[in-house]
């Protein structure tokens, strides 16, 4: 009887041992899980990030190439006029061709000033020019 006592005793000793670690194995499981999903939650965030960053850089190379396609026939008609060595012949020719010269540089510096403009305007509202190096420096 003490025998059947004892090993009663040993089986109840081992079946709450085996109920405590299915308790701890539970709660790891459990714990296991959460982690999981917060690390999922966190991969589709960064996913979201980054698939938002590659829609915005092929915006950027999409505005570039065309605005390279619109400025290919003004630089193919600029190729072909008269380089600067010979600006000197022309203007000494022609009284009308001197003074075409003259607004054609001053138009030509009014544009670039007002590219320039354009440019420092373009990068106080950019937000990866703004609060660098007190808010008008370059990345």
Known sequence: EEEEEDGD?????????????????????TR??????AFALEQT??????????????RLWEGALKTRIRLQAPVKIAATLPRPHTY?????RD???????????SATLSTL?????????LMS???????KEGGGGAP
């Open 9 to 29: 005793r040993k089986l109840g000793t081992k079946l709450d041992t085996l109920g405590d670690l299915a308790d701890t194995l539970e709660s790891e499981i």
């Open 45 to 58: 965030k960064d996913q979201r990030q980054k698939a938002e960053a590659v829609r915005a850089q092929h």
């Open 113 to 121: 000033h007002h590219l320039v403009t354009i440019q420092h305007s």
């Open 95 to 105: 009284d009308k061709v001197r003074a075409a010269f003259d607004r054609a540089a």
């Open 125 to 131: 509202k950019s937000k990866a020019f703004r609060g």
């Open 32 to 37: 296991v899980q959460r982690d999981e999903a």
């Open 88 to 92: 000197p012949l022309f203007r000494k």
